[in-house]
């Protein structure tokens, strides 16, 4: 074996996770206490043949610890309105920081600045924790590369584009994302297998990363699709027909809910005259049992994930800084062939 065996190595051996590997290597009484006898003893006899020594670098900075894990999210979590959304996220960094016994800490004293929450400002207590978990649809990249350049520990839940230090070096920003690009390369591929000649996105495209992936996903299939903005679902409508539009791919669930239901009121069928495909969840409530063919983002996996990232960060260990989960195909009821075909 390699001299730069790591915990994922490890943890790939004995077909288990880094952060079991993580709890039965340092003992934790209250957390290492729920790991079965028999994936303790898999992983003690995975390290015993393979020789592996934890860096003593990193049980040392596991002593100085707090065991104390910060969440800073850039845009509220708790109205309604966005709750459905960002729980899965929430639930799996809540589960796996319990199986880790560490405690949670919701930064919330952010004050909002020209419409925009930041993680530092006068008053931030970032160093309380450990380390700190991000969220938010649009993170700035002036923030990043401050974390960054202060060494601060941080995962962000969403894949980020690497910001420039101040000194103009490129800085590694730590994630685990969804894969948006492939995703929607695989939806759009299957229309066009379908018939569809004609095909459009919705969405920004633009801003944040999920949506740029979204955009370079569909143009990857589809160099030459329509690109539409997200307006009122009459006037996105009245453009598609207007293109001669058959199957339309659209950035959030809840906008092709409402553009489904546009669809409907002007006497046409979803999917017979216009197949409507949601590239994601939906980010507000959505009324109706339609099961929108496309894909789901694996939100509480992405939530346990980054947490075991951080973990293995603040462990020392070597690992992947910047991870990207396949997202769950749904076949769904709304794409079909197109009428005629």
């Known amino acids: 074996m390699s001299e730069r065996l790591t915990q994922r190595d490890i943890a790939r051996l004995a077909r288990v996770s880094q952060t079991t590997v993580s709890l039965v290597l340092n003992n934790r009484t209250a957390a290492s206490a729920r790991i079965p006898a028999g ?180 143009h990857q299939v589809a160099p030459r699709g329509l690109h539409l903005s997200p307006t009122e679902p009459s006037e996105v409508l009245a453009e598609l027909l207007a293109h001669g539009v058959t199957a339309v791919f659209v950035e959030d669930l809840a906008d092709a809910a409402a553009l489904a239901e546009a669809v409907r009121q002007r006497g046409l069928d979803v999917p017979g005259d216009l197949s409507v495909v949601a590239l994601g969840d939906a980010s507000r409530p959505v009324e109706g049992d339609d099961v929108y063919s496309g894909f789901h983002i694996p939100r509480k996996e992405m939530g346990r994930r980054a947490v075991g990232l951080l973990e293995t960060v603040l462990s020392g260990e070597e690992t992947e800084l ?20």
């Open 322 to 341: 910047q991870q990207l989960l396949a997202c769950e195909l749904v076949d769904g009821s709304t794409l079909s062939k197109p009428r005629g075909s």
């Open 39 to 218: 994936t303790r003893d898999r992983v003690l006899k995975v390290i015993r043949e393979t020789g592996y020594v934890a860096d003593p670098l990193a049980r040392r900075l596991l002593q100085q610890r707090n065991q104390i894990l910060g969440v800073f999210t850039y845009e509220s979590v708790f109205p309604s309105a966005s709750a459905d959304f960002y729980h899965p996220f929430l639930s799996g960094i809540e589960e796996s920081a319990e199986e880790l016994g560490c405690d949670l800490l919701l930064f919330t004293s952010a004050p909002v600045t020209d419409g925009r929450r930041l993680v530092f400002h006068d008053n931030n207590r970032l160093r309380i924790a450990d380390g700190s978990l991000l969220l938010g649809r649009r993170i700035p990249a002036e923030e990043l590369s401050r974390l960054v350049a202060e060494d601060y520990p941080f995962v962000s839940v969403g894949r980020r584009d690497n910001p420039v230090l101040p000194n103009g070096a490129p800085a590694t920003v730590p994630y685990v994302g969804a894969d948006y690009t492939t995703a929607t390369a695989t939806v759009t591929a299957r229309a066009l297998h379908l018939g569809h000649q004609k095909i459009a996105f919705v969405g920004p495209g633009k801003g944040a990363e999920s949506s740029a992936d979204r955009l370079r996903g569909f």
